[in-house]
């Protein structure tokens, strides 16, 4: 229990850490917000833009800017967009959606090309088989994902018209209701079969290319775990007793591994979430990803502040979740 | 004690210096024997090496290998095609992008602004992360907290977006992207220390030279830390992939090096306008990253199997 | 089995998604870029005013070939130096039945004039109202709106507001009611804006049933989807594209004559720009002609000033900097830079291959331009704002920039780029350009009533500019527009406005 109790506290300075460091970022931008609202008006005077200075809080001293905007941020009030003029909590439960469904795409899709390629490099170790595996892992992680992205269009989008190269949904097809925002999901729920089918289709290439380096981490974890399992007397006796190989592996040895799997695949969910910035611009996917880029080029900071917070958070739950179920799971573990 | 006795002390103590130093060369050659036997067995990360060691090389002889100026365009040559396609010529090997400039030339050109930043990025990382890991492992208690709260902290934050972030604010230009990458990178090879330090506390040698009275700064250089190098060197190596890939993507997204110096992540981006009718100009510098870092990483894995036999599996 | 149900239910859903899509006549519009707000007091940008303008109307608004045809307003006069009288059209209905009255109008002016009138925060918009300070309910069909001084031009900025229901009150506005040919459905953001045709719109229902705006960000995507038929209008049009598009039966490619006009700012108090002997080699050195080729492929028109040749008061009688490197050389000798300089050249990053351009052809003359590349304009104005209150030698060099000009009328562009006071008038002056004569001028057009005055002294201050050449001067761009053929009666805006209550589809 004091463990537990010591591990959250731990995240307090880490939270406190997060927020100071979002917060001075945006302030030491240059880009003046006034400005960036204002854009091209060709006549407006001083003193209006003293008011809209005003009007935003942006004339008071920065701690007191902090405070208001922790406070903020706790309370539930997340301040509102400099560029698009909506509250920012609005514009980003928008963007959440499309970020999760495609981060579920591509966590399905490592594994699966992660376990079963694993699996075939564990049983098959040291073949041409586990070498050619290792390879192909290698590339997963090397390949730039705008580059993958990118070729990915070029093939499968302008070259062969095979799959869609951007957004959701085709627009003729019209959207199923709107329950969870997910449109997988929401697209079974309306019966929908059309939206559905569009929408996987959409779902291809980016899932593809944010889930190609998870499959290669995916590939080696399967491959390392089940090579433990293997080794240990339960398997070897399943063997000696005669089960056909695949069958041992599948049963026994892959039930047991996957254990560290869910685990490390929780763990990276934070690094997937970065990668979402690039294959959502590439993909033109209206994602929170997308919306990070345009505001920190743009320097609508308040957007930035909470979406980033957001990033840091869901890694700092997942850690904190995969640790206590740890601990629960295998209570020597210590910190 | 007379000249000649002298003499033949200083003639005893030079020998044994050079047998000293003789013995320390055959072990070292012998350790290279070593390493390069057991490196060698891994035919990919030979390629790698290799692959790696020809982008060096076409980085530092570039002037040599291209008779074009990679940042001087030429209005009347937009756009050309690579060689192997019908309107293709010798004079411009992989095309031309949208202001005439030679691909091939700013590819090789490029790889300077990759392999520099890589390699500075990840030597400057190693070098903070090493020391701040030691500490932190070696101390424990307070200031470890401290650290692994810092780590626990940039953690949280995607490398991406942290650095965007950090460029967006420092503004443009190679000695900022350089702060930005390090402003996390250091954590990487700063925890694996820490991991080896912890692990190497709890093993007899370290014991030992503590109950024989050693202050901590000789057991932390002298013992733990010839130790752990291994793991570094190999972690490192593997980190130089992902800084390049990390730089690629910020150049990606506009925020590189200054133009017109070529870099191949701001390749990509410029060429993307023009994928649906010139593919070559954003393919190819992609090829490069993807080809470099692929074969860093293959020498990374080579390393770890030669080094460091224990991180196998 | 059930593999092969769920494959019917897919036929089936398909052939009857086809079959209500054949129904109503659909119109898909592929933008550029998203709206930014759905209250048209509150945004500062071209797309969302393209898209809003067909659920709102103004009381008048800019025809393709820049006439102003009347909306609202039957009639907009001046009954006094600082009243314009406003008569409104009579038998106008919003979207959910309630008559357009001249509160309504007055209540639109005076929410884009008021300081906090929109839950608290002033419209982004009022600078375009110049010095209007009010607008008052005269009767039911008659409003009067109060001036701080004279301005002739509100008739002429007056299109680019919208009328909206005084119901709204002092919120924001989240679900558009217009009285515009188009009712207001959904927006997705960064997705689509869906409209449907207003059966009750006073010049009658338009012929196309539903129009849909489509967000393609990327314009290689935005092409494919022009070429696949998923859209019928597409706007921004790369050049490079334009050949493949033109190949294509179906599609035709109209351009237009845009109203952004490209220019390179040079900060005249610092040197080496303080001496109009290296302003001018810097623009002989630069060859534009060449610049456009390479670009645009020609698609844009060279101006000899910044203004476009389709804007009020527009010189057509000053001459090119034409390319002269040697000349150029020959003035950096005199003006004591026989080997050139260095400078800092700040570029917005979307327009680096511009930058580079223009380093390739002062590097000919021995200039030396580092450049250095900026997120967004707003950053880069901003440096520029804040480095305008330090010392010459700490402020920044030169500035590639553009800037939009909508209204075609020098007033929003000549006045903030060349009138001497940096926190009012010449708010965005980055050059620090400074000349009484030229302020005396620009202020004098403020407040004359006549268009042939305004006309004389902008005319007279562009030739004081154009000699002292605080920018090198570039074009105006074209904007390309393909449409597939389906289309009928589509013509573009050079302002970007859409005008589809007359456009039909076969």
């Known amino acids: ?242 089960v056909k190989e695949l069958s041992v592996v599948i049963k026994h040895a892959l039930r047991n591994a996957l254990i560290p799997i869910v685990t490390v695949v929780a763990l990276n969910m934070g690094s997937l979430l970065g990668g979402n910035m690039i294959v959502e611009r590439i993909f033109s996917w209206p994602g929170l990803g997308q919306l990070v880029v345009d505001s920190i080029r743009t320097y609508d900071y308040p957007v930035v502040q909470v979406a980033v917070m957001v990033y840091a958070l869901t890694y700092v739950a997942m850690n904190l979740i995969a640790d206590l179920l740890y601990m629960r799971l295998n209570p020597r573990v210590r910190i | 004690m007379n000249r000649y006795a002298a003499r033949a002390d200083e003639f005893v103590i030079a020998e044994t210096l050079k047998q000293k130093l003789l013995r320390a060369l055959q072990r070292t050659i012998g350790n290279i024997q070593e390493f390069w036997r057991l490196y060698r067995k891994n035919h990919l990360a030979v390629i790698g090496g290799a692959v790696v060691l020809i982008f060096i090389s076409l980085a530092i002889l570039a002037p040599y290998v291209t008779s074009h100026d990679p940042e001087a365009p030429n209005f009347r040559a937009i756009r050309r095609p690579p060689v192997w396609s019908k309107e293709g010529s010798w004079t411009y090997p992989l095309g031309t992008d949208h202001l005439g400039r030679d691909i091939w030339a700013r590819i090789i050109y490029g790889a300077r602004i990759s392999l520099f930043i890589g390699f500075v990025v990840v030597g400057f990382a190693t070098m903070i992360g090493v020391a701040l890991g030691l500490i932190s492992g070696y101390y424990g208690g307070r200031i470890d907290a401290v650290i692994q709260r810092v780590i626990d ?156 036999p224990k991180l196998r599996e | ?276 002997r290296v302003r001018q080699a810097m623009n002989y050195a630069v060859d534009i002609d060449t610049l456009i080729e390479v670009l645009y492929e020609g698609r844009a028109t060279r101006i000899p000033f910044i203004l476009s040749p389709q804007a009020f008061a527009y010189h057509d009688g000053l001459p090119f900097y034409e390319y002269n490197p040697e000349k150029a050389m020959q003035l950096l000798a005199e003006a004591g830079y026989p080997n050139g300089f260095e400078f800092e050249l700040d570029v917005v990053d979307t327009h680096r291959a511009r930058a580079e351009i223009y380093q390739a052809m002062l590097a000919v003359v021995g200039i030396n331009a580092k450049i250095r590349t900026w997120p967004t304009v707003s950053a880069m104005r901003d440096a520029w704002m804040q480095a305008k209150h330090k010392p010459a030698e700490e402020q920044r060099d030169a500035l590639l920039t553009d800037w939009g000009n909508a209204s075609l009328d020098p007033f929003d562009i000549f006045i903030p780029k060349c009138h001497s006071d940096a926190s009012g008038l010449g708010r965005s002056n980055y050059s620090g350009y400074s000349n009484p004569e030229v302020d005396r001028l620009l202020e004098s057009t403020l407040t004359s009533s006549f268009d042939e005055e305004r006309r004389a002294a902008f005319l007279k201050a562009q030739e004081i500019v154009h000699g002292d050449v605080p920018m090198v001067f570039e074009f105006v761009a074209h904007e390309i527009y393909g449409i597939r053929n389906r289309v009928k009666n589509f013509q573009p805006s050079p302002d970007g406005r859409l005008h589809l209550w007359a456009v039909d589809i076969e």
Not at chain 1, 121 to 134: N, P
Not at chain 3, 62 to 70: G, L
């Open chain 2, 153 to 308: 902290t940039l953690l949280a934050f995607p490398y991406l977006i942290l650095a965007t972030a950090l460029v967006g604010v420092l503004g443009p230009g190679l000695r900022n992207i350089v702060l930005a990458l390090l402003y996390k990178e250091w954590v990487y090879p700063c925890r694996v220390v820490r991991g080896e330090v912890l692990a190497a506390k709890e093993q007899e040698y370290v014991e030992a030279a503590r109950t024989v009275g050693a202050s901590s700064r000789h057991v932390m250089f002298k013992e733990i830390l010839p130790n752990v190098l291994a793991s570094t060197v190999v972690v490192s190596t593997l980190r130089v992939g992902s800084v390049i890939l990390m730089e690629a993507s910020l150049s990606f997204l506009g925020l590189g090096v200054e133009p017109p110096t070529p870099a191949w992540g701001s390749m990509v981006a410029e060429g993307r306008r023009f994928i649906n009718t010139e593919w070559w100009i954003s393919t190819l510098p992609g090829l490069a990253i993807f080809l470099t870092v692929l074969g860093i990483n293959l020498m990374g894995e080579g390393l770890r199997d030669a080094l460091d």
């Open chain 3, 1 to 276: 089995m059930r593999k092969h149900i769920l494959v019917l239910l897919l036929v089936c859903s398909l052939i009857v998604g086809i079959g209500i899509l054949g129904e109503a006549k659909t119109l898909v519009v592929g933008m550029h870029d998203d709206l930014a707000a759905l209250d048209p007091a509150d945004f500062s940008h071209r797309e969302t005013e393209s898209m809003l303008r067909q659920v709102y109307e103004g009381l008048s608004t800019y025809m393709p070939s820049r006439e102003i045809h009347y909306e609202l307003a039957e009639s907009i006069e001046p009954i006094d130096d600082t009243t314009y009288e406003i008569r409104i059209r009579e038998g106008v209905k919003f979207h959910d039945g309630t008559p357009l009255t001249a509160e309504d109008v007055a209540f639109s002016i005076n929410r884009l004039i008021k300081p906090g009138a929109m839950a608290g925060r002033t419209s982004q918009r009022r600078g375009l109202m110049g010095p209007t300070k009010e607008a008052v309910v005269v009767d039911e069909h008659t409003v009067h709106v109060k001036l701080e001084n004279p301005w002739p031009l509100f008739p002429r900025f007056i299109p680019w507001q919208m009328i909206v229901p005084s119901t709204v009150g002092d919120g924001y506005i989240t679900e558009p009611v217009g009285t515009g040919p188009y009712m207001f459905e959904e927006w997705v953001r960064d997705s689509h804006f869906s409209v449907s045709a207003n059966p009750n719109h006073w010049r009658g229902k338009p012929s196309i049933d539903k129009v849909v705006f489509r967000v393609i960000g990327d314009e290689s995507a935005r092409v494919s989807a022009l070429r696949a038929g998923e859209i019928d209008i597409a706007t921004m049009i790369p050049v490079h594209e334009i050949p493949a598009l033109e190949a294509d039966p179906n599609i035709e490619v109209l351009s237009v004559l845009g109203t952004r006009s490209y220019f390179l700012e040079m900060n005249v108090n610092k040197p080496p720009f303080n001496d109009v």
């Open chain 1, 1 to 242: 229990m004091d463990k537990i109790l010591q591990r959250l506290l731990q995240t307090i300075p880490v939270l406190i850490g997060i927020s100071l460091i979002v917060f001075s970022l945006m302030h030491l931008a240059p880009g003046d917000p006034v400005e960036i609202m204002l854009g091209e008006v060709g006549y407006v005077s001083q003193e209006d833009i003293e008011l809209i200075r005003a009007e935003l809080g942006l004339d008071r001293p920065l701690p007191q800017q902090y405070f208001s905007f922790v406070a903020g941020i706790l309370r539930g009030d997340w301040g509102t967009s400099l560029r698009a003029r909506v509250s920012v909590k609005e514009l980003i439960l928008e963007r959440l959606p499309a970020t999760i469904e495609l981060t579920f795409a591509a966590i399905v899709v490592s594994l699966i090309i992660g376990i079963p390629a694993g699996v075939l490099s564990a049983v098959r170790r040291y073949s041409w088989l586990d070498k050619l595996g290792t390879l192909v892992a290698l590339v997963g992680i090397s390949m730039p994902q705008f580059w993958l992205g990118l070729t990915l269009i070029l093939v499968f989008s302008v070259g062969l018209h095979l799959l869609p190269g951007g957004v959701r949904l085709a627009f003729d097809i019209p959207a199923p209701p709107t329950v969870t925002g997910l449109l997988l999901v929401d697209s079974i729920l309306a019966g929908d079969w059309a939206a559905f089918w569009g929408a996987l289709r959409h779902l291809a290439l980016p899932a593809l290319t944010l889930g190609a380096p998870m499959s290669a981490l995916t590939m080696r974890v399967t491959r390392s775990s089940m090579l433990e399992v293997i080794r240990q007397d339960y398997v070897t006796f399943a063997k000696a007793k005669g």
